[in-house]
């Protein structure tokens, strides 16, 4: 159990286009769920808490309008990146909390690998 | 903010050797978590830790959560090539609102001679 998928696994696309990564989580239901961006042989840098049902709660510095966030079920979080440029590029993950009692494990997605040319 | 404090950054051992990792804080968490990531995947969970003092094994691997709730090590025993990657601790203040989110280690790369 506590499976999450990630989708596209890895996008190539132009300067100024938009794009959308699809985070599910296959076997549990979460509430909620965290966007990360990891730059290589770095650790992973939290972007946005994504709360089924209403709207996230973004880390200082990252923009919202940049990096939108749609939590529309206990099962799928997407991030669009809007007007996208060479320095977005990057691996995007995404983790999905499952909440049992007396626990609350994050599971990671495999990633998303973002190339804006 | 807060930060943890991950070490060593790196290692190289033979296979077969044990091998340890740990994490320090100056602010106490309630949750620890470790991770291990392999190159171009997202992190991967080994051991969750939810009490002080709590010693937690999967395998090879045991990790402990710290009595001041400030700190935990994570070792692996019997070191194999498959063990290579990025070994992330990973700490959560608390279980709602802005205390939810985890805080990341920078990680230790280990590396396996055969």
């Known amino acids: 159990g506590a499976v999450v998928s990630q989708h596209p696994s890895w996008v190539i696309c132009k300067s100024g286009t938009s794009v959308k990564i699809e985070c599910r989580s296959l076997d549990f239901q979460a509430t909620t769920m965290f966007w990360y961006r990891q730059f290589p042989k770095q650790s992973l840098m939290l972007m946005a808490t994504?709360?089924?049902?209403?709207?996230?709660?973004?880390e200082q510095g990252v923009e919202k309008d940049k990096f939108l966030i749609n939590h529309a079920s206990l099962t799928l979080s997407t991030l669009t990146v809007t007007s996208a440029h060479p320095e977005d590029s990057s691996f995007y993950i995404c983790s999905a909390r499952r909440d049992r009692e007396g626990s609350y494990e994050q599971y990671f997605g495999p990633g998303t690998r973002l190339t804006v040319t | 903010g807060q930060q943890l404090n991950q070490s060593p950054q790196s290692m190289f051992i033979q296979e077969g050797e044990d091998v340890s990792m740990n994490c320090t804080s100056s602010?106490?968490?309630?949750?620890w978590l470790w991770y291990k990531q392999d190159p171009g995947e997202g992190p991967v969970l080994l051991i969750a830790l939810y009490k002080a003092g709590e010693l937690t094994s999967n395998g090879r691997l045991t990790a402990q959560f710290g009595i001041t709730r400030k700190d935990s090590f994570l070792n692996i025993s019997a070191s194999i090539p498959s063990d290579v990657g990025i070994y992330f601790c990973?700490?959560?203040?608390?279980?709602?609102?802005?205390?939810?989110?985890?805080?990341f280690g920078a990680g230790t790369r280990l590396a396996v001679h055969p």
């Open positions: 602010s106490i968490f309630n949750t």
């Open positions: 990973a700490g959560q203040l608390g279980f709602s609102g802005g205390y939810n989110k985890l805080i």
């Open positions: 994504s709360n089924e049902g209403s709207k996230a709660t973004y």
